[in-house]
């Protein structure tokens, strides 16, 4: 092709050139337009992607997504965006309502004078995922069942009258010979039938025993109002109630009905099906591997979900190095939601705060605290610490004293996967911690602990030969490790380790009384410093078989009841001393609050956690990238 | 010494001469033994392992004693272990503990077909590779050809598979990976079920290769003893061309010794698969395996057990009957 | 090379005591002129050396957390092989390890050798009920891999080097058995223990001085076979998980732990080094025992 005359008149005549130039240019115009718009998805105006397709990892698969068996952070942060409750925790962990149209107060007339009347009325549009209505008898029916099948959870609902009526009643199955609950939960599935939804079909019996008295319906099974009646007052029970994922959550007896063991397991749909009242539903569930999401249409709550889609990669701890690279590469949108925000290691997180990802990294510290328990209450163990005697708490001040919190955090979790638990074992952030440094035992004084050691241990008798008790995993080797180094090296103490690898024989040893001197731990469920106080020191912890220390005293068990029959507002100074009689009786010692660390990328908007969970999905929105 | 001398019964009873078809199900009658008494001695131990799949901070005391009573784990062993039984002979194995009420067979079917994908492509590189390297060492024995070869024999049956996996990273992922900035390098992400051979070839091969190293000294030693044989001199006498003569001839007898370790092999090979999957965390039976006994899933672990054996089983049977086929004078 | 000529026409209707010093002296003359196998030798030499000294001395406490920066890379002073994730210096571990690794091996095969050979020659020499039920045995087990056997019963009776080694010698000492059987079955049919037993000798007697010094070669080369087994087993072990408890070094434990920042792509070292000291001492046990073989095999010329 030539290139033809250098001009483009010449004998054509000078028409052409303007209108071949105009050509040109409006040419290049266009194509400037067209490549001139945001690059990736088309974009509406808002700049929101047209895939609204979230994907992130999972690092463990479910146990369970029944509410009435539920007891994990990494089951209830897939359930609550399935389930709601007749309240909700919102971003800042305020009770706010949710298929309730108001939370209860005396102020408003949804608790009674004496406290022990609730009286909830619901919202005339919530439905299930199934499009199932929500009436009264949902409420009744899922409280009810929660409460018969007697999981970790139901003692959630223990101040409301008919309780232990309805659990004694429930009883315990026959010895199941096909390995599956099925009889049990069965049995409880035909006696509530027929008080419920079931009413009325044929061959449908109401086993009323199994009703608690407490919870009734003033305007009908299928009106919009429920009534709570508690057997003694109660200042924590509307946090329990609203923990999401467990035993408050509403459900649809329609489908459990037909399959009330494995329900839970398949996609949702009208008989059948992980179906709850949420913004999403359960579309696919393939165990080990993965699990889809999806919106539910025309959703009644608010706010609408943005996303449409959420995908789950289940994928193994061991390949978090792989997961991270290809969230680099844009593949998962977060690391670290659905309960795994403890997952991404130290190497990591420094090579990531080192990169241009840097700001892409959420840290979050996360309501969880670990200690360590003396045996304090059960003689047979034995050691050096039990009792209330001057040499028993001095030894135990000893060995607190000689641990220094702040240089564990630094040494173990290098300051970013956990911090030093100074205000108190209620996690900062929570109602019930008492403020930085406000710990008397979260001191570190290595001089006075070895002048307590010699007073009450100057031979080295008692001392000698103690073992500290741990699981092993995460952080409990360093800081094992570390403790047995501050106590060589303040006290000159040598204590042994003695690392477990089951952790749920441990957890049952511990439970029991069995160690001397072991890593204890706890990680908050709702916000009221009862879930703490009630179960782990104290007759209530005891009567449940799961006070580790064995610690108990009578104020501490009177001040606790007292305090749980207050709203927060009365409570928490009474909370607040509790936590003095733990600390002059030096109960514990003081380790660290856990840290999670999240990766969201810039394109994903509304995601971040709290103290206790990942926001919830129908927030999440993502821009176009 | 002959193949069925291996295994025990080949020269202590006397040969029987029915026919094929009776050893056949002599065989399976002692494979269903061995599942019986693998399943049984497997289920005993895991129950008998202290903890369980429940326990855990909320969940104790009377919440525990209530659903292991749900689950029937609180029953006498023997019991629990005849109500298993009763399913696992119509193809049920119950259900997983961990994942409650999820159904064990097809979970463990499917991560059975991950790890015959894993396993089969293993074996295609063990054979390639070894006999290729065999043949090849024969051909060139005593040159630096042979040394080379013979030495990566060496290493491949003496190493650990791990080693070899952790050495191809560092040069297939991370070497590769910083010198052309991440184009042509092997990314160890496992996506989907089954993987992509991208994503299979590296695995396949930290299996495959120490197998391949007793296959390659094998091959080699028997091929450099047919090769001296004398019919092969005829052979090469009549003018046929020196490759074909070693192909079609000394192969054909080398294949007899490699077969006689077929077994081994495969025994070798699922060794590998069990350690290279919990390394690379592909979803196959090996990596479930280790899970579940930490998980106390009994029912997993037991499906496990099981089906390792029965596979381990089968592939021997097979290997006996294909040994009929390549050497004649064999018969059952 | 000349090969020597055995003394075999020294071999007159028994003279068992000079046809073994015969068999000896030519087999030990072999494996001297074997380098490979000397070279062997001489590092496990080392091995056992470095092993002992750990026991009293390493440059570094291993267990101790924070002696150093984590990662830290070779060539940190003081630190030649670098430090793990938690700072504990690798070298130090690495010597430490070497105790697991070689007190697994050797006291495996010791056990393997004693209760295999024990078993091994009753049953060849006694034959029958025995010989049966054994061959139940094998054949049930056949079909199930030793690493297997030995996890199941690891996981029985719990963590501890002491368990390892038992549960992986209960899983390995089969085949020892059935080379020990295959071996007296042949022997026992030779005409000197006819003549032994005619002469009225007891079977301890017949079993223990003229069956078992006969297959003392292949056992003794089986033995030396089973310690790389025995140590490659632990190393899975430890690192699927089931191994010594922490903070316990071990060079299975530590390849196992080194494998997230090499998968990740920024410390290879962790892994590297356990290795390394596996697959060497490996390649040496498997090298000598091959070097054995070779030289008490009297059908192989050189």
Known sequence: MTLGTPHLGGARGGLRRPSQAMLVISLLAVVAAACGGSSGAASSSSGLASSQVLKFPAFQNPGTW?????????????????????????????????????????????????????????????????????????????????????????????????????????????????????????????????????????????????????????????????????????GWCLAAWTLEGTTGAIVDENVIHNDPVNWWTKPSSKTDGMVGTGAFYLASFIPKQSMVFKAVKDWWGSPKPTLTEVDVDIKDPSALATTVAAWKQGSYGIIGYGGDSGNLDYPTIESIKTSPYAKDLLTQPKGRTTWLSFNIGYPKTGGPFVGESAAAVGLRKAF?????????????????????????????????????????????????????????????????????????????????????????????????????????????????????????????????????????????????????????????????????????????????????????????????????????????????????????????????? | ????????????????????????????????????????????????????????????????????????????????????????????????????????????????????????????????????????????????????????????????????????????????????????????????????????????????????????????????????????????????????????????????????????????????????????????????????????????????FTIFALLIGLSNLAVDLIYTVVDPRIRY | MATTVTPWSEYEGGTLARQQVGLWRDGLRRLRRNRLALAALIYLGLLACVCLLSLFWTPYNPNLIGVCPTYALPGTPGHPLGCDDLGRDLLSRLMVGSQVSLAVGLITAAIVMVLGVGIGLLIGYLRGVADAIFALIINVFYGVPPLMIAIVLYVLLGPGVINIIIAIAAASWMDMARLVRGQTLSIREREYIEAARAGGARTGKILFSHIFPNALGPIIVQTTYVVPAAILTSAFFSFLGFGVPAPQADWGGMASEGFSPLLAGFDPYILLWPAIALSVTLLAFNFFGDGLRDAFDPRQRR
Request: proline content about 4%; overall charge negative; some cysteine.
């Open chain 2, 1 to 304: 010494m002959s193949r069925a001398s291996s295994f025990i019964g080949g020269e202590a009873v006397p040969k029987v001469t029915r026919g094929t078809l009776v050893y056949i199900i002599q065989r399976l009658a002692i494979i269903a033994l061995t599942l019986l008494v693998v399943s049984f001695v497997v289920f005993v131990v895991v129950h008998a392992l202290p903890g369980n799949a429940f326990i855990s901070q909320r969940v104790h005391g009377k919440t525990l004693q209530l659903l292991l009573h749900e689950y029937g784990l609180d029953q006498p062993v023997l019991i629990q272990y005849w109500n298993f039984l009763k399913g696992a002979i119509h193809g049920n194995l119950g259900v997983s503990l961990y994942i409650r009420g999820e159904a064990v067979t097809p979970l463990v079917l499917r991560e059975l077909s991950v790890s015959c994908e894993l396993g089969g492509s293993a074996l295609i590189i063990t054979i390639g590779m070894g006999m290729t390297f065999g043949v090849l060492a024969a051909i060139r024995q005593n040159t630096w050809v042979d040394y080379l070869l013979t030495s990566i024999a060496v290493i491949g049956y003496t190493v650990p598979s791990f080693v070899i996996a952790g050495l191809g990273v560092m040069i297939f992922a991370n070497f590769l990976g910083s010198v052309t900035g991440g184009a042509f390098a092997y990314s160890p992400v496992w996506t989907g079920t089954y993987g992509t051979i991208g994503e299979l070839w590296l695995p396949a091969l930290a299996i495959g290769f120490y197998t391949s190293g007793q296959i390659t000294r094998i091959t080699r030693a028997s091929m450099l003893e047919v090769i001296q044989q004398d019919y092969i001199r005829t052979a090469r006498a009549k003018g046929l061309r020196e490759r074909v003569v070693t192909i079609r001839h000394a192969l054909r007898n080398a294949l007899v010794p490699v077969i006689s370790i077929l077994g081994t092999t495969v025994v070798g090979i699922l060794v590998g698969v069990l350690v290279i999957e919990n390394i690379f965390g592909i979803p196959g039976l090996g990596k479930e395996f280790v899970e579940s006994i930490l998980q106390h899933d009994y029912n997993v672990t037991v499906g496990v």
């Open chain 1, 400 to 625: 607190d004293l000689a641990v220094d919190k702040t240089g564990l955090a630094t040494t173990v979790c290098h300051d970013l996967l956990c911090t030093a638990a100074t205000g108190g074992l209620i996690t900062k952030g929570l109602i019930g911690n008492l403020g930085d440094g406000q710990d008397p035992l979260a001191a570190y004084d290595p001089t006075e602990a070895k002048q307590l050691l010699k007073e009450y241990d100057p031979t080295g008798a008692l001392t000698a030969n103690l073992t500290y008790s741990y699981n092993t995993g995460g952080l409990n080797d360093p800081v094992a490790e570390y403790l047995q180094n501050e106590w060589q090296t303040n006290l000159g103490v040598h204590v042994n380790l003695n690392p477990v690898g089951d952790a749920s024989q441990f957890i049952s040893n511990r439970l029991g009384g069995q160690y001397v001197m072991s890593r204890d731990g706890w990680q908050f469920d709702y916000n009221n410093p009862q879930d703490w106080y009630a179960n782990l020191w104290g007759t209530f912890a005891t009567a449940a078989g799961a006070n580790t220390s064995g610690f108990d005293d009578p104020t501490y068990d009177s001040i606790l009841n007292q305090a749980d029959a207050e709203p927060i507002s009365q409570s928490l100074p009474l909370y607040n001393q509790l936590a003095t009689i733990l600390q002059q009786d030096v109960a514990y010692i003081p380790l660290y609050y856990s840290v999670g660390n999240f990766l969201i990328q810039p394109w994903v908007k509304g995601a971040g956690s709290n103290t206790g969970f990942d926001y919830y999905w129908d927030q999440i929105s993502i821009l176009s990238h």
């Open chain 1, 66 to 234: 029944d509410p009435g068996e539920a007891d994990a952070e990494v089951d209830t942060e897939f359930m609550q965006n399935v389930f709601d409750n007749l309240w909700r925790f919102d971003n800042s962990l305020n009770i706010v309502p949710d298929i309730a149209t108001a939370v209860p107060t005396a102020a408003n007339g949804g608790i009674s004078s004496d406290g022990l009347t609730y009286t909830v009325n619901l919202n005339h549009n919530a439905t299930f995922s199934n499009g199932d209505k929500v009436t009264a008898e949902d409420v009744l029916y899922s409280w009810d069942r929660a409460v018969a099948l007697q999981g970790p959870y139901s003692s959630n609902l223990s101040a409301i009258a008919g309780y232990a009526a309805v659990q004694s009643a429930a009883g315990s199955p026959p010895a199941s010979t096909t390995g599956s609950p099925l009889n049990f939960q069965q049995s409880i599935e035909n006696g509530l039938w027929g008080c419920f939804r079931g009413k009325g079909t044929a061959g449908a019996t109401c086993d009323s025993s199994l009703e608690m008295s407490g919870l009734t319906a003033p305007d009908g099974l299928t009106g919009y109002t429920v009534q709570i009646t508690l057997a003694s007052a109660c």
